[in-house]
């Protein structure tokens, strides 16, 4: 079946350091991609989506790109924050079945 | 207030109690969902709902069971809690797909459940 597998954590980072958190899926069909946050003592958010191949989602200075040939969508961003700390799962949702797949999170530690 | 909200935000039990866990939206959304977060394993899904009459089982549901009351409403109850089911549940909402538009979620806070 479809799944999401994302690099294991915890990554901690100074503040105005460059973030990577690699996502790659397996599907059978052609899913949507999605980055969703969730903060400390909170639900989860969306952050970002891509719909299609090659289309890029972008949000608050974080990005991820569609790519249907290395089957990923990693999430970067250029400078983080110290309220970038949070945990960060890629999804995928196969519009066939609805069927939505998270990976396993990754905690992200921001210091000053 | 917020969109979606959960009932209650914790609560500990004992092993063979029964537990429902609600969750009320106000989104106006037809699909409703059920996670439960794991630590290291992420979300996977309990069961959804595409509208009142329809439910569906997800990933996980053996030991769960749910109910549509209304659009708005869908709770989730644990007949006969066991400890291997504390973990922290949380409820979800979406609109219809429709044309390229995607499934977004938008999610409740958490319901942490302790099993003892």
């Known amino acids: 079946g479809d799944s999401v597998t994302q690099m294991e954590g915890p990554v901690t980072l100074s503040e105005e350091a460059f973030l990577t958190i690699n996502c790659t899926y397996t599907a059978t069909g052609y899913p949507s991609l999605f980055w969703y946050v969730q903060y400390p003592g909170e639900g989860l958010q969306l952050l970002l989506k891509?719909?299609?191949?090659?289309d890029k989602g972008s949000n608050k200075g974080f990005e991820a790109t569609y790519r249907k040939e290395t089957t990923s969508f990693h999430l970067e961003k250029g400078s983080v924050q110290v309220s970038d700390s949070a945990v960060y799962f890629c999804a995928l949702s196969d519009q066939s079945n609805n069927d939505m797949r998270f990976g396993a999170g990754t905690r992200l530690t921001v210091k000053p | 207030d917020a969109d979606v909200t959960q009932t209650p935000r914790n609560r500990i039990t004992k092993t063979g109690k029964r537990i429902m866990l609600e969750c009320s939206q106000t989104k106006g959304h037809d699909r409703m969902y059920w996670y439960r977060q794991d630590p290291g394993l992420g979300l996977r899904l309990i069961y959804y709902?595409?509208?009142?009459?329809?439910?569906n089982k997800g990933e996980i549901s053996d030991g769960y069971s749910v109910s549509r009351q209304a659009q708005a409403k869908f709770s989730l109850s644990l007949e006969s809690a066991i400890p291997n089911q504390t973990a922290l549940y949380f409820c979800a909402t979406s609109d219809l797909p429709s044309g390229t538009s995607t499934d977004t979620q938008y999610f409740g806070p958490g319901t942490r459940l302790t099993v003892l």
């Open positions: 891509a719909t299609k191949a090659d």
């Open positions: 709902s595409f509208d009142v009459k329809d439910i």
